[in-house]
């Protein structure tokens, strides 16, 4: 079983929502961190949000302000990222990504595991 397995993913038009999931094995909020990153093409991987211990819920990128939130499920078995009035400069991939016995940070490379990612692409 792969510990981070995301979906959710698709073809939205601008100002649809969509709600990507990540299916957690072998972390959990309460000990660890889970983030969500993105990729454009062409351009770095951008941190997104993060829940995880000590540091609870971190929100990092400005340009999803407002409009992206992070969540768990009762059991903590899944990391949900809520994305509302999507535009087409959310258009990437979408990673999770866990970070074992430490809170969340910004630095991408501190995270020592990642899912396969899921397309998301705003277009009309």
């Known amino acids: 079983q792969l510990p981070l397995v995301e979906s959710g993913g698709g073809l939205v038009q601008p100002g649809e929502s969509l709600r990507l999931s990540c299916a957690v094995s072998?972390?959990?909020?309460?000990?660890?961190?889970i983030g969500w990153f993105r990729q454009a093409p062409g351009k770095e991987r951008e941190a997104i949000s993060c829940?995880?211990?000590?540091?609870?819920?971190?929100d990092f990128s400005d340009s999803v302000k407002g409009r992206f939130t992070i969540s768990t499920d009762n059991n903590n078995k899944t990391v949900y990222l809520q994305m509302n009035t999507l535009k087409p400069e959310d258009t990437a991939v979408y990673y999770c990504?866990?970070?074992?016995?430490?809170?969340?940070?910004?630095?991408?490379?501190?995270?020592?595991?990642w899912g396969q990612g899921t397309q998301v692409t705003v277009s009309s």
């Open positions: 072998g972390f959990t909020v309460e000990q660890d961190s």
């Open positions: 829940i995880g211990t000590i540091t609870g819920i971190m």
């Open positions: 990504a866990g970070r074992r016995g430490r809170g969340c940070t910004s630095y991408i490379f501190l995270y020592d595991t």
